[in-house]
């Protein structure tokens, strides 16, 4: 009996470094994590498009700050009519209104999301919530919405990498953006 404690106590030794081990390598934590916060998401999609549609606003006004991490960073004053982009003004220290035929981006503007101003409307927003749910639902790295009218107020999506040191975060591995200052207009 008395060898068998020691022996124990040396196997819940080896047993707790190779936890550490593994968590330090791996970060198994921040992929549950990640996992809970994706079903979270995926559980107030389908409510907070709900409670959109009900309201029926198709025009509106809004800010959206956005990155797709070296290729666009969309920063307009966004106004939509009848559910369609009219207006572009992009938020800089002088804010300018742009020409319609500026609203994408000529390389990538057909490819990403957020270098096509055109796409800037919560309808064509909560298709790529959906089809990125759809496509590569592990891709969903964040996502809020609107407490009052439903609308995602900020997304971000991207390659999901663990924080582990056998797996290193990866920096410039999504897109986001944030939508603020909305307003309906009652037209």
């Given amino acids: 009996m008395?060898?068998?404690?020691?022996?124990?106590v040396s196997i819940a030794v080896i047993a707790l470094l190779?936890?550490?081990l593994i968590q330090v390598l791996y970060d198994p934590i921040s992929s549950?994590?990640?996992s809970l916060n994706v079903v979270g998401v995926r559980n107030q999609l389908p409510q907070s498009r709900a409670k959109w549609d009900a309201l029926e606003i198709t025009s509106y006004t809004f800010e959206i700050i956005g990155d797709a991490r070296s290729i666009c960073k969309p920063s307009a004053r966004i106004e939509v009519q009848n559910d369609v982009v009219v207006k572009v003004e992009i938020m800089d220290v002088t804010p300018q209104t742009l020409a319609p035929d500026q609203w994408t981006d000529?390389?990538?503007?057909?490819e990403v999301f957020l270098c096509n101003y055109n796409n800037f409307t919560f309808t064509k927003v909560f298709e790529?919530?959906?089809?990125?749910f759809q496509n590569f639902p592990s891709s969903v790295l964040q996502a809020e919405f609107d407490g009052q009218y439903g609308f995602v107020t900020s997304f971000e999506y991207g390659i999901y990498v663990g924080k582990g040191l056998a797996q290193p975060q990866v920096s410039n591995c999504c897109n986001i953006f944030r939508?603020?200052?909305?307003?309906p207009n009652t037209r």
């Fill in 179 to 183: 939508i603020q200052n909305f307003r």
């Fill in 106 to 110: 000529p390389d990538w503007g057909n």
């Fill in 2 to 8: 008395k060898y068998l404690k020691p022996r124990s």
């Fill in 18 to 20: 190779l936890v550490i």
């Fill in 32 to 34: 549950i994590q990640h």
């Fill in 128 to 132: 790529l919530v959906e089809q990125t």
